[in-house]
């Protein structure tokens, strides 16, 4: 069974970097069949596509973020991990990983979600 | 870029009640629309893929349809458990994708 479960520090300071790994059992990111992602959702708000990569290591960023952001894989833990850099109160979210389908390109498995909240 | 913009924002309804929420995209995405249902302090749960393809484990009571620009998500009686926020996502772009604003099912 596809598990998704992400991880990280739940309080970041403004202007600091935020990092988060998902960890990924019951299949390998080494797969040509899917991509995997990263989503935000603001609390009460709507989700946000942050960005993608691909086994082959080509990685996909929302315009809006993408000066900011960094997706980066660990093939041997079978995780890939997310940066933020320059993060404000703008950037607090629930983040969640997700694995997506390389056709239809939707989010089919997704980790529970974590809470960033950036402040002082 | 494409917009997504779900109607309505919010609805109150009753068990038993067929729901329609719809989705416009800004530009045609062909079929390329998908939608989730999130409930409070869970992650989102694909429902329909392709615009009209049921997730495995998905009750049929759930149903997609449309095309090119304007899409629907229909609940032919709602339950109980369906009271939750529901989301469009399109993907014509993979992968890339935006999700619409939502729509908060709520019990009349």
């Known amino acids: 069974q596809m598990q998704l479960q992400e991880s990280g520090p739940g309080l970041v300071k403004p202007s600091e970097t935020l990092s988060l790994t998902c960890g990924v059992s019951g299949g390998s990111i080494n797969t040509s069949s899917y991509y995997w992602g990263w989503i935000r959702q603001p609390p009460g708000k709507g989700l946000e596509w942050i960005g993608t990569?691909?086994?082959?290591?080509?990685?996909y960023y929302n315009p809006s973020l993408k000066s900011r952001v960094t997706i980066s894989v660990d093939t041997s833990k079978n995780q890939f991990s997310l940066t933020l850099t320059s993060v404000t109160a703008a950037d607090t979210a629930i983040f969640y990983c997700?694995?997506?389908?390389?056709?239809?390109?939707?989010?089919?498995?997704w980790g529970q979600g974590t809470l960033v909240t950036v402040s002082s | 870029d494409i917009q997504m913009t779900q109607s309505p924002s919010s609805l109150s309804a009753s068990v038993g009640d067929r729901v329609t929420i719809t989705c416009r995209a800004s530009q045609s995405i062909r079929s390329f629309l998908n939608w989730y249902q999130q409930k409070p302090g869970k992650a989102p749960k694909l429902l329909i893929y392709?615009?009209?393809s049921l997730q495995s484990g998905v009750p049929s009571r759930f149903s997609g349809g449309g095309s090119g620009t304007e899409f629907t998500l229909t609940i032919s009686s709602l339950q109980p458990e369906d009271f939750a926020t529901y989301y469009c996502?399109?993907?014509?772009?993979?992968?890339?994708?935006?999700f619409g604003g939502g729509t908060k099912v709520e019990i009349k």
């Open positions: 990569f691909y086994h082959t290591g080509d990685t």
């Open positions: 996502q399109e993907s014509y772009i993979t992968p890339r994708g935006t």
């Open positions: 997700a694995r997506q389908d390389l056709r239809r390109g939707y989010f089919d498995y």
């Open positions: 392709g615009a009209s």
